[in-house]
């Protein structure tokens, strides 16, 4: 976990800007904030997206098998690419929750049966996604939600839990991006950790296999009987 301040902090002190032990200060951070956010601009245009993870809850509705997801929508939130993985708690128990695919949720005939969800299918559509629950809750059950979302800006105390390798990647190439602001000569080795962290987040990037909400090949069953592969 990290805040834009930490990365700002970490940045200012590769370069010099403040010693170790000391914090920028509000102007200093604002300025920072606005440089880290021009920076994730650049990389998104460089096919480079951060994403970051996020934890929610949202109260469920007695009867309600369906909830639109995204901006404006019945989970008015910023709209997820990713469900990592989900529970339902009820009374202190929590109940995780399998992620199945469209097909396999499209499997299930009687989807008006209620109770307590065991099943969680996210159909990422834009601007709003869909979370469909199996079995219908029989109550006001709280869901909580661990996400990707992607991350357009920071805002400078916001918490955020970065993909493996991204805290050092930013930190570095802000600090090469803060050099020139505040007169101080960027050591050769931010400038190499920089150039090579960024081209690890390119290959890791290029190396991922799309998100794509589908059955692995060969696997058989229903949400009834459970599925194998």
């Given amino acids: 976990m990290t805040t834009a301040l930490g990365i700002i902090t970490s940045a200012m002190r590769k370069i010099g800007a403040i010693g170790k032990g000391e914090s920028p200060s509000a102007d200093e951070a604002v300025d920072g904030l606005e440089m ?4 994730l601009a650049s990389l998104s245009n460089d096919s480079l997206v951060v994403y970051a993870r996020t934890f929610e809850s949202f109260t469920l ?5 369906a909830y639109t997801i995204g901006s404006g929508a019945t989970f008015n939130t910023v709209r997820p690419v990713k469900i990592v993985s989900a529970y339902v708690r009820d009374g202190g128990i ?3 929750l399998e992620i199945v ?7 299930v005939t009687l989807k008006t049966a209620s109770g307590r969800p065991e099943y969680i299918n996210y159909t990422n559509a834009h601007p709003q996604a869909t979370i469909n629950l199996y079995p219908s809750p029989a109550m006001a059950y709280t869901l ?23 805290g050092r990647m930013l930190i570095n190439n802000l600090a090469i991006e803060m050099g020139p602001e505040y007169g101080q000569a ?10 090579e962290s960024k081209g690890e987040i390119r290959l890791a990037v ?9 059955s ?3 696997a058989t069953g229903n949400i009834y009987s459970g599925w194998n592969s």
């Fill in 144 to 166: 909580h939600l661990v996400t990707e979302k992607q991350l357009s800006t920071f805002t400078l105390n916001q918490t955020v839990d970065l993909p493996p390798g991204w």
């Fill in 94 to 96: 929590d109940t995780p």
């Fill in 61 to 65: 509705q007695g009867g309600v098998s």
């Fill in 36 to 39: 880290l956010n021009d920076l």
């Fill in 186 to 195: 960027v050591p050769a080795e931010v400038i190499e950790i920089a150039r």
């Fill in 216 to 218: 692995d090949i060969g």
């Fill in 206 to 214: 290029m190396a991922a296999k799309p998100m794509k909400w589908q």
């Fill in 101 to 107: 695919t469209d097909e396999q949720y499209a499997s």
